[in-house]
């Protein structure tokens, strides 16, 4: 189970930081992600961090202003969300790949993911 958290209003140009909190079993194949879907959009990949190493990827357009960390004594991965645009306004969810045991390029897509967190809305105004 994800859940996800952290979501709300901010203007252009602040921060928000986005936390998943997955229970239940773990493992070092576990690869954990952000999406988010945009009104009247295809949801979209954001970024994904393998669970016990460190390896991350992102999509081009949250590269140098989002960072996904993970606290695994707390089972939590984080989202850092700097500099924020309208464009980003969606609803975000967290993901579980607990299969492909890497990050990269195929975890954009959301048929590599089992499990999902709930969503949570953020709101960027310009």
């Known amino acids: 189970q994800l859940q996800a958290s952290g979501g709300g209003l901010v203007q252009a140009g602040g921060s928000l930081r986005l936390s998943c909190v997955a229970s239940?079993?773990?493992?070092?194949?576990?690869?954990m992600a952000w999406f988010r879907r945009a009104p009247g959009k295809e949801r979209e990949f954001v970024a994904g961090?393998?669970?016990?190493?460190?390896?991350?990827y992102y999509t081009d357009s949250v590269k140098g202003r989002f960072t996904i960390s993970r606290d695994n004594a707390q089972n939590t991965v984080y989202l850092q969300m700097n500099r924020l645009k309208p464009e980003d306004t969606a609803v975000y969810y967290c993901?579980?790949?607990?299969?492909?045991?890497?990050?990269?390029?195929?975890?954009?897509?959301?048929?590599?993911?089992?499990?999902w967190g709930q969503g949570t809305q953020v709101t960027v105004s310009s």
């Open positions: 961090t393998s669970w016990i190493g460190d390896s991350t």
């Open positions: 993901a579980a790949d607990r299969a492909s045991g890497r990050v990269g390029p195929w975890s954009r897509s959301a048929l590599k993911h089992q499990y």
């Open positions: 239940g079993r773990s493992s070092s194949r576990d690869v």
